[in-house]
């Protein structure tokens, strides 16, 4: 038995022809930098989030990188997010020269925690980062709040939560601008790198198309410090052929989620914590993660029965060696520290099969079986020998 965290195969090959065909239109075009297939998908993004402008560039790294500075934010300005999240949301604010405020997170959600923000904010704090993790929004509507009261710009990382909602409204609609990634294992991802910026300011748009070409505008002209971050043409190709798919296989996510849901909770309540989806959120299950009692040993355990499991993630950024200047020491973002302990998540794509959730099942629940019976049997042995 060998179960991968994902497998993109079965999708490739329910698509190959369309796919080739595609590729062979841009090939035969001779079109590969910003042609029409970019600003097709743009469109469909952007109106898909339910904003004006999309702005395809290089990935989802560079998108949040070059929306914090088109929105402004500059050398010495404070940005707060969370440090529970994959390390290009703090690497993006650090390379735009700015100062990464990490804020604790909501232990239910293990997104931030909106109560926790406003004793972050300073008079140099520009700009809210709110991650969308796992698929599930933040509590958009309390940080546009403190947003608008300290007039804060917000850039909803969302590259693991395109298709995500709350209360109605998509990613993207709440925020100044959102930014998503097409890496190959997101939701909707691209065979290589790419990533979007989508808004409706449409000053904060034109800025960004003008940064993904180093800043030059007009052409040769250059005003601001912009650098080379654009979506490739053939990643854009294959993009427009999965982008209507999205949303069947968001609901296919959401129905294995719900399986693994059930299952466990039939059989392991109380023992493992299962994902919790917020009144008014539809989340996209981009990951499926438990909190566990055990997390390595569980890990290993699956390991060797064959079932591929991750740790998003083990080492919060306030504590990443590269931001030891900012002077973050280990037990100051408790929930975040803990959630870093015991998070683990699942295999999760559209294709996975029942019979492999099964298996992964019936495997959590032997471990358990076994862990709690060693731990019964040296608990006899212990009175045994102090009888
Ligand atoms: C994947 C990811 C990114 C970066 O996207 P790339 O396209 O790989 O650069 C940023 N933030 C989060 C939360 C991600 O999961």
């Known amino acids: 038995m060998k179960i991968k965290m994902l497998d993109l195969s079965e999708q490739y090959q329910s698509m190959k022809k369309e796919v080739m065909a595609k590729l062979d239109e841009v090939m035969s075009s001779s079109q590969f930098i910003l042609g029409d297939n970019v600003k097709q998908l743009e469109a469909d993004v952007a109106k898909y989030s339910g904003v004006n402008y999309g702005v395809g560039v290089g990935n989802g790294s560079d998108a949040i990188h070059i929306a ?3 929105a402004g934010v500059e050398a010495g300005d404070e940005v707060i997010t969370t440090a529970f999240t994959f390390f290009a949301t703090g690497g993006a604010i650090a390379r735009a020269g700015a100062v990464p405020v990490y804020v604790d997170i909501d232990p239910v959600t293990f997104n931030i925690d909106p109560a926790k923000i406003e004793a972050a904010i300073t008079e140099k704090t520009k700009a809210i980062i709110p991650v969308h993790l796992y698929g599930q929004m933040a509590d958009m509507e309390a940080i546009r709040h403190i947003a608008d009261e ?3 710009v917000v850039i909803e990382d969302a590259a693991q939560a395109i298709g995500a909602k709350q209360n109605g409204k998509s990613v993207g609609e709440l925020g100044t601008a959102a930014t998503y990634s097409f890496f190959p294992t997101k939701n909707l991802g691209g065979y290589g790198d790419g990533g979007m910026i989508v808004t409706n300011d449409e000053e904060l748009a034109e800025k960004a198309r003008v940064i993904r070409v180093h800043g030059s ?3 040769y002209y250059h005003h601001v410090l912009g650098y080379n971050s654009r979506l490739d043409e053939m990643q854009a190709a294959i993009l ?3 982008f ?6 968001s609901h296919s996510r959401r129905e294995r989620a719900a399986y693994y849901t059930d299952q466990l909770e039939t059989k392991l309540e109380g023992i493992v914590q299962t994902p919790v989806q917020k009144q008014g959120n539809y989340h996209v299950f981009h990951q499926y993660t438990l909190r566990v009692p055990k997390r390595d040993e569980l890990q290993q355990y ?3 029965k064959g079932v591929a499991t991750m740790v998003y993630y083990p080492q919060p950024l306030h504590v990443q060696p590269v931001f030891k200047e900012l002077g ?5 973002l408790p929930e975040t520290e803990k959630a870093a302990k015991e998070a683990l998540s699942l295999p999760m794509y559209p294709e ?3 019979d492999d959730q099964d298996y992964i099942i019936e495997k959590i629940v032997a471990f358990y079986e076994n862990a709690f019976e060693k731990e019964q049997k040296s608990v006899e042995a212990t009175k045994e020998l102090t009888k």
């Open 217 to 219: 505008k007009p052409k």
């Open 240 to 242: 427009n052929v999965k």
């Open 150 to 152: 300290y007039n804060l």
């Open 328 to 332: 973050y020491e280990e037990g100051d």
């Open 352 to 354: 996975l099969k029942q």
């Open 244 to 249: 209507p798919y999205l949303d069947k296989w």
């Open 68 to 70: 914090l500075q088109a």
């Open 302 to 304: 699956l390991k060797e």
